[in-house]
């Protein structure tokens, strides 16, 4: 691979790893807002105890990781939902 598509596939991964981060932050804000019918921006401040771009996407997997763990999936009725199922 040419220096062009090494830069290119790098720039690539960036992305992808800025867009994992700004996802998981913006799903644990929504948690954030539910749990404690907070408006978006207090949650979000919530969010940020480190003041880091790492504390941040850390303290945003802590969130998700218990609201999964907690998750029920038999509550979900459309969890194993088949479309072709009659």
Same mark, same amino acid.
């Given at each position: @691979?040419? %220096?062009?598509?090494?830069?290119?596939?790098?720039?690539? $991964?960036?992305?992808?790893? $800025?867009? @994992?981060?700004? *996802?998981? !932050?913006?799903?644990?804000?929504?948690?954030?807002?539910?749990? $404690? !019918?907070?408006?978006?921006?207090?949650?979000? #401040?919530?969010? %940020?105890? *480190?003041? *880091?771009?790492?504390?941040? /996407?850390? /303290?945003?997997?802590?969130?998700?990781?218990?609201? %999964?763990?907690?998750? %029920?999936?038999?509550? #979900?009725?459309? !969890?194993?939902?088949?479309?072709? /199922?009659?």
């Amino acid at each position: @691979m040419n %220096d062009f598509g090494q830069w290119q596939e790098q720039a690539a $991964h960036r992305l992808l790893s $800025h867009l @994992m981060q700004r *996802t998981a !932050a913006s799903e644990a804000v929504g948690i954030l807002q539910v749990w $404690h !019918a907070y408006p978006r921006e207090q949650a979000r #401040d919530d969010l %940020d105890v *480190t003041g *880091t771009p790492a504390g941040r /996407e850390a /303290e945003a997997r802590r969130i998700i990781a218990v609201v %999964d763990n907690a998750a %029920d999936a038999r509550a #979900d009725r459309d !969890a194993h939902w088949d479309p072709f /199922e009659r």
